[in-house]
């Protein structure tokens, strides 16, 4: 992230009409803008924070902004860790005034972005309070992101209905006290849960170095489940 080897800029969904920014770090104003085929801010209907470290929020207050027309034009739902707004708040007090709707995640709870249901299934384990999704909508196959968190069983069960799964793999290797997953963690994830699909992001430098978007094919064979490691600006058809 520091480096931008790999952007930081978040995850869009645009499903039946909906539109849904996931994790805005540092420089998801920029790629959203240059983006080609062309995204708009001010289409957008809400954003999804999935804890409060920087590489998650850090242009969610002028992502805000945009989507609600700097702030002339109150729209949009804000879904987010209590923490992320609390003090020290990572989002503005001003800037959760601008949306419709501000809701705090919780674990075992849904919510609704217009005809898109996100249902939170557990809090997650990392430094900071922490929330995935499973998303639901007519048409197309469920979809659940597993954000930043260190390993635990029960992962599999919350996400086991999951048709593809996004997940977070920053090492390539275990490492134990640091509260991010490795790819054998996330392999053991995904067989578990057994989706159609399984998209590999958040990629620290191990994951780099070792070329992961080489390996995905013997990884694909091996489980039998697509494995896709994502790139800056990939776009997925659902």
Same mark, same amino acid.
């Given at each position: 992230?520091?480096?931008?080897?790999?952007?930081?800029?978040?995850?869009?969904?645009?499903?039946?009409?909906?539109?849904?920014?996931?994790?805005?770090?540092?420089?998801?104003?920029?790629?959203?803008?240059?983006?080609?085929?062309?995204?708009?801010?001010?289409?957008?209907?809400?954003?999804?924070?999935?804890?409060?470290?920087?590489?998650?929020?850090?242009?969610?207050?002028?992502?805000?902004?945009?989507?609600?027309?700097?702030?002339?034009?109150?729209?949009?739902?804000? &879904?987010?860790?209590? /923490? %992320?707004? +609390?003090?020290?708040?990572? *989002?503005? @007090?001003?800037? =959760?005034? $601008?949306?419709?709707?501000?809701?705090?995640?919780?674990?075992?709870?849904?919510?609704?972005?217009?005809?898109?249901?996100?249902?939170?299934?557990?809090?997650?384990?990392?430094?900071?309070?922490?929330?995935?999704?499973?998303?639901?909508?007519?048409?197309?196959?469920?979809?659940?992101?597993?954000?930043?968190?260190?390993?635990?069983?029960?992962?599999?069960?919350?996400?086991?209905?999951?048709?593809?799964?996004?997940?977070?793999?920053?090492?390539?290797?275990?490492?134990?006290?640091?509260?991010? &997953?490795?790819?054998? /963690? %996330?392999? +053991?994830?995904?067989?578990? *849960?057994? @989706?159609?699909? =399984?998209? $590999?992001?958040?990629?620290?430098?191990?994951?780099?170095?070792?070329?992961?978007?080489?390996?995905?094919?013997?990884?694909?064979?091996?489980?039998?489940?697509?494995?896709?490691?994502?790139?800056?600006?990939?776009?997925?058809?659902?």
């Amino acid at each position: 992230m520091i480096r931008q080897l790999r952007a930081s800029g978040g995850i869009w969904f645009e499903i039946n009409d909906t539109k849904l920014l996931v994790d805005p770090g540092p420089g998801s104003l920029v790629r959203v803008n240059k983006s080609r085929p062309p995204l708009k801010l001010s289409e957008l209907d809400g954003i999804f924070i999935s804890h409060k470290h920087i590489d998650h929020t850090n242009d969610v207050n002028v992502i805000i902004e945009a989507m609600t027309d700097g702030g002339f034009k109150k729209k949009g739902v804000l &879904l987010c860790p209590a /923490e %992320a707004i +609390e003090n020290p708040p990572v *989002i503005f @007090p001003y800037a =959760a005034e $601008l949306v419709e709707k501000v809701e705090i995640l919780k674990e075992h709870s849904q919510y609704f972005v217009k005809n898109l249901k996100l249902g939170v299934p557990l809090k997650l384990r990392h430094l900071a309070e922490t929330y995935g999704f499973i998303l639901e909508s007519d048409g197309i196959p469920s979809i659940g992101y597993i954000p930043d968190t260190e390993f635990f069983p029960e992962i599999i069960d919350a996400y086991s209905k999951t048709k593809i799964v996004i997940i977070n793999v920053v090492f390539s290797q275990p490492r134990p006290g640091i509260m991010h &997953l490795s790819l054998p /963690e %996330a392999l +053991e994830i995904i067989s578990g *849960i057994k @989706p159609q699909k =399984a998209i $590999l992001t958040h990629f620290g430098m191990t994951m780099l170095k070792e070329r992961i978007w080489e390996k995905t094919g013997q990884l694909s064979e091996k489980l039998s489940i697509d494995i896709i490691a994502a790139s800056d600006g990939m776009t997925f058809e659902l």
